[in-house]
């Protein structure tokens, strides 16, 4: 049975993530964000890296399988996008005895738009052994649905497209969940992508501990959230509760989103928009707050 959009607001659902967005009705998601288990199998990671065990799923599917479910899951959350909705979808390059799995191997299966790879260098400590250099980065791919056949979509503000294609920050180790990602990294996504609107529903179809729901919250939006972990929407559903002791973080990803003139003010005035130039001064010309680290809080 379809659910009706005002039971969808501000939810939680307890629920297996594909079985439940089947129930959800098409062309009701603004924007949605979300990193999903990573079929990662368990297995001992080490002294430096600790085990992802979950504390109501097994993340030990056969790999086929396990891709496809999520081209399933994908598809599914296709459907209940609106046209000119995006998806963030935060994942990771695999190795198994040697075989290497890429997440574009099951995304390009998918109906939808890869837009962009964004590398999420997590800034971790590195290993002194292994088969290959140490792996510190994670990806975040910008899925969209097109108007149109329009794959391009509209143009970012410029306080948001110079937050580059390179995102710095290390990963939350203050969480209940086994795989939590940072809370500034929601909110860059939903700053950029929701950019002057005051309404919208943001999406987290995997939100173990809460962290898109809390910077949905934080930052004016209705959330919608899935997880097969009773546990973690427990504690996402008490963490929203004391959402403004997070503001902090809200406030300084916001800092990061200023910027003096914008590429259409610089060009009208005919100064420097960036092209090359032999003047010693083009840095300087650009007038764009670099974007700093911050300590990262929450998924």
Same mark, same amino acid.
């Given at each position: 049975?379809?659910?009706?959009?005002?039971q969808?607001?501000?939810?939680?659902?307890?629920?297996?993530?594909?079985?439940?967005?089947?129930?959800?009705?098409?062309?009701?998601?603004?924007?949605?964000?979300?990193?999903?288990p990573?079929?990662?199998?368990?297995?001992?990671?080490?002294?430096?890296?600790?085990?992802?065990?979950?504390?109501?799923?097994?993340?030990?599917?056969?790999?086929?399988?396990y891709?496809?479910?999520?081209?399933?899951?994908?598809?599914e959350?296709?459907?209940?996008?609106?046209?000119?909705?995006?998806?963030?979808?935060?994942h990771?390059?695999?190795?198994?005895?040697?075989?290497?799995?890429?997440?574009?191997?099951?995304?390009?299966k998918?109906?939808?738009?890869?837009?962009?790879?964004?590398?999420?260098?997590?800034?971790?400590?590195?290993?002194?052994?292994?088969?290959?250099?140490?792996?510190?980065?994670?990806r975040?791919?910008?899925?969209?649905?097109?108007?149109?056949?329009?794959?391009?979509?509209?143009?970012?503000?410029?306080?948001?497209a110079?937050?580059?294609?390179?995102?710095?920050?290390?990963?939350?180790?203050?969480?209940p969940?086994?795989?939590?990602?940072?809370?500034?990294?929601?909110v860059?996504?939903?700053?950029?992508?929701?950019?002057?609107?005051?309404?919208?529903?943001?999406?987290d179809p995997?939100?173990?501990?809460?962290?898109?729901a809390?910077?949905?919250?934080?930052?004016?939006?209705?959330?919608?959230?899935?997880?097969?972990?009773?546990?973690?929407?427990?504690?996402?559903a008490?963490r929203?509760?004391?959402?403004?002791?997070?503001l902090?973080?809200?406030?300084k990803?916001?800092?990061?989103?200023?910027?003096?003139?914008?590429?259409? =003010?610089?060009?009208?005035?005919?100064?420097?928009v960036?092209?090359?130039?032999?003047?010693?001064?083009?840095?300087?010309?650009?007038e =764009?707050?670099?974007v700093?680290?911050?300590?990262?809080?929450?998924?």
């Amino acid at each position: 049975m379809k659910l009706k959009v005002k039971q969808l607001k501000n939810r939680l659902l307890h629920g297996d993530t594909l079985e439940v967005l089947r129930t959800i009705p098409s062309r009701v998601i603004d924007v949605g964000v979300t990193s999903p288990p990573y079929n990662k199998q368990e297995k001992n990671k080490g002294w430096l890296v600790k085990n992802v065990v979950y504390s109501e799923y097994r993340d030990q599917l056969p790999e086929a399988s396990y891709q496809a479910n999520q081209v399933d899951v994908l598809n599914e959350i296709y459907r209940v996008t609106k046209e000119g909705g995006s998806f963030f979808y935060n994942h990771k390059i695999r190795w198994v005895d040697g075989e290497m799995f890429h997440p574009m191997d099951w995304l390009r299966k998918t109906d939808w738009t890869v837009k962009q790879e964004i590398i999420w260098d997590r800034i971790i400590a590195g290993n002194i052994r292994g088969w290959r250099f140490w792996q510190v980065d994670e990806r975040i791919y910008w899925l969209y649905k097109p108007v149109n056949d329009n794959k391009k979509g509209k143009e970012l503000a410029s306080k948001d497209a110079k937050m580059t294609s390179i995102w710095r920050s290390v990963p939350e180790n203050n969480n209940p969940h086994p795989a939590p990602f940072p809370l500034w990294l929601p909110v860059r996504i939903i700053i950029s992508l929701m950019d002057n609107k005051k309404r919208g529903l943001i999406f987290d179809p995997y939100i173990g501990s809460g962290t898109t729901a809390v910077a949905a919250k934080l930052l004016g939006f209705d959330y919608l959230g899935i997880d097969i972990g009773e546990e973690y929407l427990n504690f996402a559903a008490e963490r929203l509760k004391n959402a403004e002791d997070e503001l902090k973080t809200i406030e300084k990803e916001q800092e990061l989103h200023r910027i003096s003139e914008t590429f259409k =003010m610089r060009k009208k005035s005919g100064r420097n928009v960036g092209k090359y130039s032999n003047s010693s001064n083009t840095m300087n010309d650009l007038e =764009m707050e670099p974007v700093s680290l911050f300590p990262s809080t929450t998924k």
